[in-house]
């Protein structure tokens, strides 16, 4: 396979610079690479929430997706999304993040160090009980199979963890397929382990009728569980349906020479690449929801809850090696091409993906989800979030459930952390 995909990659280079023009004018910059994982499956199937960014946001001319970066010249660091969100705590070895994805990550620890060695956070291994990486069945022997693309997506929540709250124990839950079946159960194995506090969930799927049966993977009180919007723009997939999670929309984090020192806007790179939002078909309005005495036009559960950056244009710094090809110069070609999946060290991702972790570990760092079973807490505590008022990823009826705009809106929800007093 890997020799019929270099082939391809050279008859495409060998059409010489009669293509390079027209290869550029239909790859915009502003054009995110989706994860291997990151595509519509049959229903019962997930997928993943995550893009690569065509390029770095230091500016790029090429006409490749970007394959390898530095730890600082790969999208918003540590201490950048720390500062966006007025973060000052750095968590408690007290508290565990859990992060559900599916099939195996086989350089999760290796590159989780990587990331946390770059950027001068504290070691983080198994050797000293900090990273537990296992199956959904609790093995630590026994892995799934591996796929590069929810590689992708677990090196990109490990490291929103460890950015977030760098103090945190961190255990990666790996299910053995993308079934919301294996899903669940990992999700389960996740909620019993001792010491989890929050659950992230950067994955999701089509709305069914059976999903408020489905919900009970979800309905565990005192952890705070957390699900991606969805990448899809304008509508709402599950679990963030689920009135047992905190949805978690995207936007675009730019800095500014505001107060704040940042400004966002509901993330939209078009009509079919945004973060997701809407009125379910099949679950109702949450109590808390309905206080907010929305206009008319949704009865039943709004998303999303709160938000987080998400466009990839103006995405986080990821470190992952997991690829098919290996580490030559060749590899990193056909990953830039998007021949390959995988990555091969330095990438700016996002995607609510990178949203739905960076809003766990917020969690966690604000230590109150010993009385949590549901999404209500940040709807008390409004004054604690930066509320975002600009940017549509949509025309809909009725407006806030696709546009941006004071107080609460679908695409952002309440807002984003402005320290962890929402949570």
């Known amino acids: 396979m890997i020799a019929v995909v270099a082939a ?3 008859a495409l280079l060998g059409l010489g610079a009669g293509l390079a023009a027209p290869a550029q004018a239909a790859t915009s910059a502003t054009v995110p690479l989706p994860f291997g994982c990151n595509a519509a499956a049959a229903p019962g199937v997930m997928h993943c929430l995550g893009y690569t960014a065509k390029s770095t946001r230091h500016g790029s001319s090429k006409a490749r997706y970007q394959t390898t970066g530095s730890s600082t010249s790969s999208g918003f660091t540590p201490s950048q999304l720390r500062s966006a969100y007025n973060l000052s705590a750095t968590g408690s070895s007290s508290e565990t993040v859990a992060v559900v ?10 590159d989780l160090a990587a990331y946390r060695s770059a950027y001068g956070l504290p070691a ?4 000293s009980g900090c990273f537990k990486q296992e199956s959904q069945t609790g093995s630590t022997s026994s892995l799934p199979s591996t796929d590069y693309g929810w590689s992708e997506e677990e090196s990109l929540d490990l490291d929103m963890v460890s950015a977030i709250c760098s103090g945190c124990r961190i255990l990666l839950v790996e299910a053995a397929s993308a079934t919301e079946a294996d899903l669940d159960a990992a999700e389960n194995t996740a ?7 929050a659950i992230s969930n950067s994955w999701g799927g089509s709305e069914s009728s059976s999903e408020t049966t489905d919900d009970a993977a979800f309905n565990h009180h005192g952890i705070a569980i957390t699900a991606s919007s969805g990448d899809g723009g304008y509508g709402v997939i599950w679990p963030a349906a689920s009135p047992y999670v905190t949805a978690v929309g995207g936007t675009s984090l730019k800095t500014a020479s505001n107060a704040r020192g940042w400004t966002e806007s509901a993330w939209s790179t078009s009509s079919t690449e945004g973060t997701g939002s809407g009125c379910s078909a099949y679950e109702k309005q949450p109590s808390w929801q309905t206080n907010l005495k929305l206009p008319a036009g949704c009865a039943d559960r709004v998303v999303a809850d709160v938000s987080a950056v998400a466009d990839p244009a103006t995405g986080v710094a990821v470190y992952d090696t997991a690829n098919s090809c290996g580490s030559s110069s060749w590899c ?3 990953i830039s091409l998007g021949l390959v999946t995988g990555a091969d060290g330095w990438v700016q991702v996002g995607g609510t993906s990178a949203a739905s972790p960076i809003i766990a570990s917020v969690y966690a760092l604000a230590g109150n989800t010993s009385g949590s079973s549901n ?3 940040p709807y008390g505590e409004t004054a604690h979030l930066n509320d975002v008022i600009s940017g549509s990823t ?4 009725p407006a806030y459930l696709c546009t941006a705009e004071v107080g609460y ?3 952002t929800g309440l807002g984003t952390p402005n320290g962890t007093g929402a949570f």
């Open 101 to 110: 994805d599916a099939f195996n990550d086989p350089n999760a620890a290796a």
């Open 409 to 411: 809106d679908g695409p």
């Open 332 to 334: 990193d070609l056909l």
């Open 191 to 197: 909620a019993a382990t001792s010491g989890v506090v």
């Open 8 to 10: 391809l990659a050279l």
């Open 124 to 127: 983080c291994t198994a050797a």
């Open 394 to 397: 949509s025309t809909c009826t």
């Open 375 to 377: 999404g209500s807490y």
